[in-house]
């Protein structure tokens, strides 16, 4: 059973960056590993997915060129690098990981097994 833990959040200013960590415990062997946000009355959204074996990221639209996905192996954490963060980024971050290759369906929900509680990130204008 693998164990997640986001860590990292906080309040920014626009245009100030924060860095999320996904520390993972337990059964480790998970493929693919992925940032999920869900602001209030909004519906869950991927963000950043990272091929483990490979390396082979995948980006939403909406924060392709300011996010970056990376990964520690030793460490067994990936990393959100938020840069030019916007008031339209706040929301809940997950982390969620599934024994899978992300492939093109990296979004999808149903996909992952494992999830962490979330860390709250808030800029403001």
């Known amino acids: 059973q693998v164990q997640l833990a986001e860590s990292g959040g906080g309040s920014v200013q626009a245009g100030g960056s924060l860095r999320l960590s996904c520390a993972a415990s337990?059964?480790?062997?998970?493929?693919?590993v992925s940032w999920f946000r869900q602001a209030p009355g909004k519906e869950r959204e991927g963000v950043a997915a990272?091929?483990?074996?490979?390396?082979?990221?995948y980006y939403a639209d909406s924060v392709k060129g300011r996010f970056t996905i990376s990964q520690d192996n030793v460490k067994n954490t990936v990393y959100l690098q938020m840069n030019s963060l916007k008031p339209e980024d706040t929301a809940m971050y997950y982390c969620?990981?599934?024994?899978?290759?992300?492939?093109?369906?990296?979004?999808?929900?149903?996909?992952?097994?494992?999830w962490g509680q979330g860390t709250q990130v808030t800029v403001s204008s």
């Open positions: 969620a990981a599934m024994p899978f290759a992300c492939g093109n369906n990296w979004s999808m929900e149903n996909r992952y097994s494992a």
């Open positions: 990272i091929y483990r074996s490979g390396g082979a990221t």
């Open positions: 337990g059964y480790t062997y998970s493929r693919c």
